[in-house]
């Protein structure tokens, strides 16, 4: 059975000049696939010190080894990059169909070099790759420059594109397909500085794979498993807007920047309020959970607003940070964010942080343009997302996110930026789920939920045991998680479909069959491929000159007692994280700095790694 590593296409912008090439069996081998062969052809291929937004750094839009086939949960995609937000490696998933269409061209990595003089686009389909003129479609939003894509390429064309945004270089912006987005990091921001408006496929399905009868097999079989599993069932009929009765009930549901764990009159914001605006359901290729939750509001304020959305996140961006109860302006804001292109989770941080600034006298007024920024008033919070995602006003220093924006302000505002690396925290308060908390400090990209979602501390999971989620000793629980969503990531699945009963044995067998590699089923080397790929992005992060000082907490989560009003948790801080970092550098095998070891990473097989993190050391 022969070795099917996939294809890889280069376009570079600045000469026009597109070529293809096989990917090596030994760095499937090695690396599988998906968050793996980001990580590898990052690090290998970008110069230590580039600027996240000069001509030199490189935007790799990545698939799966399975995406496109009838296997349910693993057709989604990534973008890896350097982020400007943070300056660290960047990682940002998203789903719809954009991830098949990829894989049905062949290619499982778009890697895209260099700066366009004007607009473009990149067209990709059967005939071959053509770069063509975006100025027609440059300042439209995601909606409508999707709309005129379909139209100039027919309806089997998937794009992912910018909107205004990443045109305006905000910090955070997203990369938006269909009405899902590649969040977090600024990966948009990349894509902007690039002059690059879209990512076009036109393709009909095709599948990739060394095993085709083995596979469709092993398929099948998942399919039935995940159809029979109460988690995607509950999935499939919630999504994640319930989430957030969860959250409040226990007291992590971040208000008020980080101040409280529990929001106000919380039930006004529940899952069946949520439900009764519901009139749809979207789901990604080959998905039968249609886990996105359509809703629209159809009088007052905000009618006609209508979103995919907003999900678990985006509901908390829109209601926790400023602790208003209205679902209507949460439906409303989502639609804007995917519409402009931005990340909901640091545009509702970036703008709890401001009407904390105003609360404390920090923003005048006559700094906000005229917006009182008050507690429980959301017309200035839709006011502000127009104004961010153009650069307008209080709109241009919030888009430089809330770490940058505080340096700028002064006068104790940094108090006031929630976030890790740069990054904002997303909607789970690190006081009261604290192996969360610690995998926000500890992961490559910065605060990211899902990077190492610690569903022991908040829904209960008893692998690889209980925890105590006010524990601060539960470091090789945090490496389980990071370890184990990195080789989930390989494939690229689901963050929710990882847990329908499927993962890793089945998981294993069927990247055999596509890869036609022996060893990927085998369930230790997934795991050593996992912590490999996180090993390898922190080499990266150490390389551009992260280190200890930056696996931190924000000064708030560490010094200030979390309220809780009525939930259990008052009180908490995070007090012990000098202690977690030595325990969970200790186990990771890295110094003390946080510089993995050269005994680790001969271990790990990244024996091209040792001369730079020994200059490190």
Not at 56 to 67: E, H, R, S, V
Not at 173 to 197: E, H, Q, W
Request: charged share 25%; net charge neutral; hydrophobic share 35%.
């Amino acid at each position: 059975m022969a070795i099917n590593a996939g294809r890889l296409l280069r376009v570079n912008l600045s000469s026009g000049r597109i070529s293809s090439e096989d990917i090596p069996g030994t760095v499937a081998a090695d690396f599988i696939g998906g968050r793996g062969y980001g990580i590898r052809y990052l690090y290998d291929e970008l110069t230590p010190g580039t600027d996240p937004l000069g001509e030199q750094n490189k935007l790799l839009f990545i698939t799966g080894p399975i995406a496109g086939t009838m296997a349910q949960g693993v057709s989604r995609w990534m973008v890896c990059t350097r982020s400007p937000l943070t300056g660290a490696f960047a990682r940002s998933v998203c789903g719809a169909d954009f991830g098949a269409w990829l894989k049905f061209t062949g290619y499982e990595i778009i890697i895209i070099e260099g700066k366009a003089e004007r607009p473009v686009y990149i067209h990709l389909a059967g005939d071959g790759c053509q770069i063509l003129d975006a100025r027609e479609i440059w300042g439209q939003n995601t909606r409508e420059a999707q709309s005129w894509l379909n139209q100039s390429h027919g309806k089997n064309t998937r794009t992912a594109c910018i909107g205004p945004a990443g045109e305006n270089l905000v910090k955070y912006a997203a990369i938006v397909s269909d009405r899902r987005t590649a969040g977090r990091c600024g990966t948009g921001t990349v894509m902007g500085a690039k002059n690059l408006k879209a990512i076009a496929i036109t393709a009909q399905r095709k599948t990739f794979l060394a095993d085709p009868d083995a596979y469709d097999k092993l398929a099948r079989e998942q399919v039935n498993i995940i159809r029979g599993n109460d988690g995607f069932k509950n999935h499939k009929e919630w999504g994640t807007t319930g989430t957030q009765d969860v959250t409040n009930e226990i007291g992590i549901y971040p208000v008020r920047n980080f101040r409280y764990g529990q929001q106000t009159d919380y039930e006004q914001i529940s899952g069946e309020q949520y439900r009764k605006l519901r009139t749809g359901d979207i789901g990604c290729y080959s998905c039968p959970a249609r886990c996105g939750k359509v809703h629209s509001v159809t009088s007052g304020t905000y009618a006609g607003a209508h979103s995919e959305g907003p999900e678990y996140e985006s509901i908390w961006a829109f209601t926790g940070p400023i602790e208003s109860n209205s679902i209507e302006a949460s439906i409303a804001a989502d639609q804007l964010c995917d519409d402009l292109g931005l990340d909901t989770i640091s545009t509702g941080s970036s703008i709890g942080f401001a009407y904390e600034l105003y609360e404390k006298g920090l923003l005048k007024k006559s700094d906000t343009d005229g917006l009182e920024l008050v507690y429980g008033r959301h017309e200035p919070m839709i006011a502000m997302i127009k104004k961010i995602g153009r650069r307008e006003g209080i709109g241009d220093l919030l888009a430089e996110g809330t770490k940058r924006a505080a340096a700028s302000i002064g006068k104790g505002a940094e108090a006031g930026a929630i976030q890790v690396k740069g990054l904002e925290l997303p909607a789970y308060e690190p006081r009261g789920a604290k192996s969360q908390g610690y995998n926000y400090a500890t992961a490559s990209i910065g605060a990211s939920h899902c990077y190492g979602y610690a569903a022991q501390d908040i829904f209960g999971a008893p692998f690889p045991h209980p925890t105590d989620r006010f524990s601060e000793e539960n470091a090789d629980v945090v490496i389980f998680n990071q370890d184990g969503s990195a080789y989930k990531e390989t494939g690229i699945i689901c963050a929710f479909a990882g847990g329908w009963g499927w993962v890793p044995g089945l998981f294993g067998k069927m990247l055999k069959a596509a890869r036609g590699i022996d060893i990927l089923a085998d369930n230790a080397y997934l795991n050593k491929v996992g912590e490999r790929i996180f090993n390898l992005e922190r080499a990266f992060n150490v390389r551009e000159g992260f280190n200890r000082k930056d696996d931190t907490l924000p000064v708030r989560i560490r010094t200030e007692p979390l309220h809780t009003r009525k939930a259990k948790g008052e009180g908490q801080m995070v007090s012990h994280q000098d202690e977690f970092l030595d325990k969970y550098y200790q186990l990771r095998g890295w110094t003390k700095d946080g510089v993995p070891a050269a005994d680790k990473l001969k271990a790990l097989d990244l024996d091209s790694v040792l001369k730079d993190m020994a200059v490190k050391i």
